[in-house]
């Protein structure tokens, strides 16, 4: 049975700016490992559903919780990757901040956060399969004309 873990792509608008310049996600690196960046996110508890997980894991990860983000429909991302030898699923969906300057509070799971444009975004990200998402996010983001 493959891990599955469930999170968000937050994305928020800087008004001072224009589309596509406008749009920033939140990444937040690994305090273990190799400190990677990823949207928050976590594996699912048992008896839990996929959306709940995504919610819990964005509070505690990041402080950010439902009262924090406006919900994006018609958006979900499925990742499929191996993490030491495993199969891992990973589903994300997207939300925008509400107030952009709403202030991000890290777990001890991470280290630090950044607020990036989708360039920035992708080279953090590293992963091909992460990159691959967040160029997505943004592209829907333009298509959906949510600037």
Known sequence: ???RACGFVIFRHLVQK???DNIE??????????HHWTPPKGHVDPGEDDFTTAMRETQEE???GKDHLRMVDGFLQRL???VRGKDKEVLYWLAELRDPNTQVVLSDEHQDYRWAKLEEACKLAKYQDLQDTLTAAQRYLETQGKQ
């Open 80 to 82: 499929h990757y191996q």
């Open 62 to 64: 990041a402080g950010l």
């Open 1 to 3: 049975m493959a891990l």
């Open 25 to 34: 996600f939140l990444l937040l690196q690994t305090s273990y490992g190799e």
């Open 18 to 20: 224009s589309p596509p």
